[in-house]
């Protein structure tokens, strides 16, 4: 019998037949023990840094989640993003990232992997089949997030993909704000799926995580061959929160959606407002793409001001009292930050009535009227200049 994504993460994934609790056992260990030394040098895994138990749960539950075949599990987002990446890569080829994408990983992208001999370009993020323009001979990975980080601009990742495949191109995908269940990469023909588990797998703002998916064995392997070589693990108790956290992924982000939504459409209506960054917007320009490629949306979208003073803008901020500020997202609690100190874009690549200060909020699990109300007592702060 078919199961729902939902239904598969909590009856079938992380629990073994011969289980007879609902949760699986938490193994925390370094050493693994052998009977014999042709055990001891053929094991997988021989060594507690490359998971057990839990960790093939997690791995297992991912896959589902993602429809994938294979996953590999890392400390966090970024190295996540770092070690799908660097996977694929060697001295002398190039990489081409959305300039959307989050700001440590371009980091990475234009500084650590310049180090060691690999050079990175930015292209617009709604360049779609036109990535041809930006493909050198040396091309070897198209690197996308989609929505972009703090601007969600969705990538045509399809007509990407087509290119790619052309030319012998690994794709990767940041989905992190997708969450597997909002939206398939790898549906789409990507080769890696990368998620900060961090945000809305975990859910609970208490561990970092991260993940790396693919369908493909051969580049499956190179993932878990450098992540051997770069020392990368992620702790048993990180891996349990990370599972126990997808037993309500759907619940949650079914709230999370709602309430964005809610919010979206009345900062629209408000005269502060110049513009909301909400994919699921009918007059956001890429509302076509996100309702082909995505099954729904969540908390966390951005909105430009009209012309605002820093003084109007720090009693908006000094007004709220639900909404903190903070780096991170996807945990119960409502966030707002302000973008520009973090904003490093090409100028030509965001195209928009930028007007004033650009902030990004995640709606979390409160009542969406008390954050309403909340944003309306800040707005009303703002006033006096």
């Known amino acids: ?45 021989g060594y507690g840094r490359m998971g057990l138990s839990v960790h093939r ?13 294979h996953a590999k599990l890392t400390s966090n987002g970024l190295q996540a993003c770092a070690l799908a990446i660097g996977s694929q890569v060697k001295a002398g080829d190039h990489v081409l990232f959305t300039d959307s994408a989050y700001g440590p990983t371009a980091r990475y992208l234009e500084r650590r992997l310049q180090n060691m001999g690999i050079s990175a370009t930015r292209f617009p993020p709604r360049c779609g089949a036109n990535i041809a323009e930006y493909i050198q001979p040396n091309t070897r990975v ?14 045509d990742t399809p007509a990407i993909v ?46 970092f995580g991260g993940a790396v998916m693919s369908r493909d064995k051969r580049i499956a392997q190179d993932v878990l061959d450098c992540a051997d070589d770069w020392g990368i693990s992620l702790a048993p108790d990180d891996a349990y929160t990370a599972l126990r956290g997808l037993r309500s992924l759907k619940t949650r982000l079914d709230a999370h959606e709602a309430a964005g939504l809610k919010l979206a459409h009345w900062l629209s209506q408000r005269n502060e407002v110049s513009q909301v960054l909400h994919p699921a917007l009918e007059d956001h320009p890429d509302h076509a793409l996100w309702k082909r490629d995505y099954s729904g949306s969540n908390g966390l979208f951005s909105f430009v001001l ?28 409502s966030l707002i930050i302000p973008c520009d100190p973090q904003l490093n874009r090409s100028a ?35 006033q006096g200049d």
């Open 1 to 45: 019998m078919t199961k729902d994504t939902a239904t598969r993460l909590i009856h079938t994934c992380g629990r073994r037949m011969d289980q007879k609790t609902v949760n699986p056992p938490v193994e925390r260990a370094s050493t693994v023990l052998f009977d014999t030394s042709s055990d001891l040098y053929g094991a997988k895994p």
């Open 57 to 69: 749960e997690l791995e297992a539950a991912l896959c589902v989640l993602e429809n994938a075949s």
């Open 142 to 155: 198209i690197y996308l997030e989609s929505p972009g980080s703090l601007t969600f601009e969705i990538s």
């Open 162 to 207: 087509e290119i790619a495949k052309k030319h012998n191109i690994r794709t990767i995908l940041d989905n992190t704000w997708g969450a597997g269940l909002l939206h398939r990469p790898l549906d789409l023909g990507v080769d890696l799926s990368v998620q900060a588990l961090t945000k809305y797998v975990v859910g609970h703002a208490d561990v």
């Open 306 to 333: 009209k012309a605002t003073g820093p003084n109007a803008l720090k009693r908006f901020f000094d007004s709220l009292e639900l909404f903190s500020m903070g780096f991170s997202w996807g945990g119960f609690e």
């Open 348 to 382: 030509d690549h965001w195209i928009h009535d930028k007007a004033g200060p650009l902030l990004r909020i995640h709606v979390g699990l409160e009542s969406p009227d008390d954050l309403i109300a909340d944003l309306d007592a800040g707005f009303t702060a703002m």
